[in-house]
């Protein structure tokens, strides 16, 4: 797979789905699957609007591997206590930049909609993402992901990925 080789729709397809699929898979709990949408060191960081303007490097989450993310999910499926909740994203149109053969960056806005056991559906979080994809094989992967929530806090305990 090159990226360059590709005409610019089926580069913009080939990355629509790549975000389709990581949104499914935590749209469904199917989290054991969610580190595999990585590649080995990749680096998935989830920081508010204020930090990042500000260039400050605190962050909600920072996993700098594949294997911190397996941890991540090992963690919330047998460590954390959270209230039961469902996520639902919504991600925008993409905007592709800095392509190369084996890499390109993708820009996009989220919105992801939490609904709790008693109903009840709500806007958890909203921003924006800012992706590294890579290729690896026939495969396309996140080299890093950069999520940026637009508010300076979280309501609750940020469990699932977003």
Request: net charge negative; proline share 2%; hydrophobic share 40%.
């Amino acid at each position: 797979m090159d990226f360059l080789a590709m005409n610019p729709l089926e580069r913009r397809f080939a990355v629509d789905d790549l975000l389709a699929r990581y949104a499914r898979c935590i749209d469904d709990d199917q989290l054991e699957q969610w580190p595999a949408f990585f590649t080995e060191h990749a680096r998935y960081i989830v920081r508010s609007q204020e930090n990042a303007s500000r260039g400050l490097p605190t962050a909600a989450m920072y996993c700098d591997s594949r294997a911190m993310l397996v941890d991540r999910v090992v963690a919330l499926r047998n460590a954390n206590i959270y209230e039961s909740h469902r996520y639902r994203h919504l991600i925008s149109c993409t905007v592709l930049e800095d392509i190369t053969a084996q890499a390109l960056t993708a820009v996009s806005n989220y919105v992801v909609f939490r609904t709790r056991t008693n109903g009840a559906t709500d806007i958890f979080s909203a921003g924006g993402y800012r992706d590294r994809i890579v290729v690896e094989g026939e495969s396309l992967r996140f080299a890093e992901k950069l999520v940026t929530f637009d508010t300076d806090r979280i309501d609750t305990l940020l469990v699932t990925p977003l």
